[in-house]
């Protein structure tokens, strides 16, 4: 049952990919120029599209991931997020934060793959954000495919936010074997945390979403963050599609005014958020 359960994924996967292909070809000749940027951007990420020191920065963050794969060793975590879309945690409960016993190479399996990591990179790589901010770092893997784009494309910077310490102590250990000085790290609860690092790191350039997972935590995340992004930037929010509430939060973040532009993949929803034009908003789905 669990190979079958794989290989349906699989399929359906390899059958997203190519009409995601197919619609971002026709997309990358559009008339808006933010449109056409970014189906390219899509686009070279499936073509792997890399230079040599793109190539370098990738296969040595893959190394560690292959580590991390064989990495059996046992790692307690404290988890405040949903933790699976059949739980269903109380508020309470994801407060409190739930204390599990897991191992490196489970916690591996929930990092952003090798072509959402490569997506993030080229994103980062094409529009060149100046302070990024990250919420979920887990062991580091989509981290450090940011930081190293914003170490080579803007001298930038990523902000991590991760709740569990054990988890903020490995990926550190890992930014500096991978010598990414670019990355800070802040351990603890989003919403404890969250007010005061944008305060201290205003405008943002740049977010990625991937934690907690909860409905009514994801909108508000949303709606503490957007004030304190510059006027031009770019929001991405993962697993939109993970959850009845992760929905119906997605739905809610779409109507926001201020974003004009959606690419909804799925997996990841982009945002281009423009405070200046009050233009009619464009929702794109590959």
């Excluded at 059958?15 to 940027?37: P, Y």
């Excluded at 790589?125 to 893997?141: H, V």
């Excluded at 000085?181 to 969250?194: A, Y």
């Amino acid at each position: 049952m669990k190979y079958t359960k794989s290989f349906i994924r699989f399929i359906f996967w390899k059958f997203w990919l190519l009409r995601a292909w197919t619609r971002a070809r026709v997309l990358k000749n559009d008339q808006d120029e933010s449109v056409s940027i970014f189906a390219n951007v899509f686009l070279n990420t499936i073509r792997k599209k890399l230079s040599i020191e793109d190539k370098i920065w990738v296969n040595n963050i893959e190394s560690m991931r292959k580590e991390f794969k064989r990495d059996y060793s046992e790692v307690i975590v404290t988890d405040y997020g949903a933790g699976s879309p059949n739980l269903n945690r109380t508020d309470s409960q994801m407060h409190i934060g739930q204390v599990l016993s897991t191992t490196v190479s489970s916690m591996n399996s929930s990092s952003q793959s090798p072509f959402w990591s490569l997506l993030l990179y080229k994103i980062i790589s094409q529009f060149k954000p100046k302070t990024a901010l990250e919420l979920g770092t887990n062991l580091g893997i989509s981290a450090a495919y940011q930081g190293a784009a914003l170490t080579i494309y803007s001298s930038g910077k990523l902000i991590s936010m991760e709740g569990s310490a054990s988890l903020i102590e490995k990926s550190r250990k890992h930014f500096t074997y991978l010598g990414l000085i670019n990355i800070e790290t802040v351990e603890g609860r989003f919403s404890d945390n969250l007010s005061k690092v944008l305060e201290d790191h205003h405008p943002i350039d740049y977010v990625f979403i991937d934690g907690h997972h909860n409905q009514d935590a994801l909108v508000n995340y949303f709606n503490t963050i957007l004030p304190h992004l510059s006027n031009k930037s770019i929001i991405i929010i993962d697993d939109i599609t993970w959850s009845k509430g992760m929905k119906l939060a997605w739905k809610k973040i779409n109507n926001n005014e201020n974003i004009k532009l959606i690419f909804n993949l799925n997996k990841l929803g982009v945002c281009f958020i423009d405070k200046d034009n009050k233009v009619q908003q464009r929702k794109i789905k590959l």
